[in-house]
């Protein structure tokens, strides 16, 4: 992470001090200078600091480990810093033959997705078909779809893990449907312009 903001600067410095554990939040919008807690979305992640660069501009560079997702249950507004007591989510919900037919599925459509997209490397697909946790597969593909942060925190924020995949299936159908959709107008424009070229 490139961390700007002197509050989450004196952050990292105090997570060092300490036990360096942090609670990264994604904020609704980039353009709030000081965000309060309705302007963070209140699940994120629980994250150990590894290290910390200080540049020459100012801004730290951190290298972070996520160890777990939370929510944040209280947010404690300080002048130097922002403070939170948060709760770490554990998933509900047992294995089951619909789980196992549900990670199937999301396997079978991500491989389909990275056959389109041109932005992640194939080689994730046999990465992400090793993992058998159904929450960290959630976590691992949501990462490398092209979709908005309030998409991502939606998958983030679900604690069934049912509930996880079912909405990353979704979200993972509406966009290969789109990066079809796409391929058909490239191709009908090549050939478009191909014919007019013949004919010239």
């Not at 965000?35 to 290298?63: C, F």
């Not at 991500?110 to 046999?126: H, N």
């Not at 290969?176 to 490239?186: N, Y």
């Not at 014919?195 to 010239?200: A, D």
Request: proline fraction near 4%; charge should be negative.
């Amino acid at each position: 992470l490139f961390v700007g903001r002197a509050k989450s600067i004196q952050a990292i410095e105090g997570a060092m001090a300490r036990d360096k554990f942090i609670f990264l939040a994604t904020q609704k919008s980039p353009k709030v200078d000081d965000p309060a807690m309705e302007d963070l979305y209140e699940v994120g992640t629980v994250a150990q600091v590894i290290q910390v660069l200080k540049l020459p501009d100012g801004t730290v560079k951190a290298l972070v480990e996520g160890r777990s997702r939370a929510k944040i249950v209280q947010f404690i507004h300080d002048d130097a810093s922002l403070f939170a007591d948060v709760e770490v989510l554990v998933d509900h919900g047992a294995d089951s033959p619909t789980l196992e037919a549900l990670v199937r599925s999301v396997n079978d459509v991500f491989e389909r997705y990275v056959g389109l997209s041109k932005k992640v490397p194939p080689e994730m697909v046999s990465s992400v078909s090793g993992i058998l946790d159904p929450s960290r597969l959630a976590d691992t593909i949501i990462a490398q779809l092209g979709v908005g942060i309030a998409d991502k925190h939606l998958i983030l924020s679900a604690v069934d893990p049912h509930d996880r995949l079912e909405k990353l299936l979704g979200l993972m159908e509406k966009e290969v449907e789109i990066l079809e959709i796409e391929k058909r107008i490239r191709n009908r424009v090549k050939n478009q312009m191909e014919r007019s070229q013949k004919e010239y």
